[in-house]
């Protein structure tokens, strides 16, 4: 048996062998041939003019090709995209912005409210307890008020009140500081 299943794998080998040899022959053949590309060639040129009519004939109907869907999915997955990081920065938002958090700030601005409305009270006691100065643009130092002292932390500070002067005070007119002279040979 072994000597009919060598001629039996023989026989194959060598149709299969010059089987392979012949097809590729006949293809080479028919791709050498000017007749069988120059019609694949017009074929393919066939195709490109009919897929061209059919985009325009669908632009003009207003109905998009699988390029126009193809290109809506991908800015629509884009705008997904950016919106779950803007939702993303809002839910952090939301929790920094917790309502004790914003409780305790706006509880804070009142203190520093009533802080300045009381600096505010005591500098108009001051400006109408003050006696009349003969020159209101320099008062003598024995009427200044003392500086308070500065506070511990800048926490602890309130911003300072905007100085405003009472309405009958006008300030004095600026006299222009002294020229130097100038020093011999500089011009």
Same mark, same amino acid.
């Given at each position: 048996?072994?000597?009919?299943?060598?001629?039996?794998?023989?026989?194959?080998?060598?149709?299969?062998?010059?089987?392979?040899?012949?097809?590729?022959?006949?293809?080479?053949?028919?791709?050498?041939?000017?007749?069988?590309?120059?019609?694949?060639?017009?074929?393919?040129?066939?195709?490109?003019?009919?897929?061209?009519?059919?985009?325009?004939?669908?632009?003009?109907?207003?109905?998009?090709?699988?390029?126009?869907?193809?290109?809506?999915?991908?800015?629509?997955?884009? !705008?997904?995209?950016?919106?779950?990081?803007?939702?993303?920065?809002?839910?952090?938002?939301?929790?920094?912005?917790? !309502?004790?958090? !914003?409780?305790?700030?706006?509880?804070?601005?009142?203190?520093?409210?009533?802080?300045?409305?009381?600096?505010?009270?005591?500098?108009?006691?001051?400006?109408?307890? %003050?006696?009349?100065?003969?020159?209101?643009?320099?008062?003598?130092?024995?009427?200044?008020?003392?500086?308070?002292?500065?506070?511990?932390?800048? %926490?602890?500070?309130?911003?300072?009140?905007?100085?405003?002067?009472?309405?009958?005070? %006008?300030?004095?007119?600026?006299?222009?500081?002294?020229?130097? %002279?100038?020093?011999?040979?500089?011009?």
């Amino acid at each position: 048996m072994s000597d009919a299943s060598n001629a039996v794998n023989n026989l194959r080998e060598r149709l299969t062998g010059s089987g392979e040899d012949r097809l590729g022959k006949a293809l080479s053949d028919l791709l050498d041939n000017p007749l069988l590309t120059g019609a694949i060639g017009r074929a393919f040129d066939a195709r490109e003019k009919a897929a061209q009519a059919q985009e325009l004939a669908m632009g003009a109907l207003n109905i998009p090709s699988a390029a126009d869907i193809e290109r809506l999915t991908r800015r629509l997955r884009s !705008v997904s995209q950016r919106l779950e990081g803007i939702e993303d920065g809002v839910h952090r938002l939301d929790r920094a912005l917790a !309502v004790r958090g !914003v409780e305790s700030r706006l509880s804070r601005i009142e203190e520093q409210l009533g802080a300045l409305t009381q600096k505010l009270g005591d500098e108009r006691m001051w400006a109408s307890r %003050k006696p009349a100065s003969p020159s209101p643009a320099s008062p003598s130092p024995a009427s200044r008020k003392p500086a308070s002292p500065k506070p511990a932390s800048r %926490k602890a500070a309130s911003p300072k009140p905007a100085s405003r002067k009472p309405a009958s005070r %006008k300030p004095a007119p600026r006299k222009p500081a002294p020229r130097r %002279k100038a020093k011999p040979g500089r011009a």
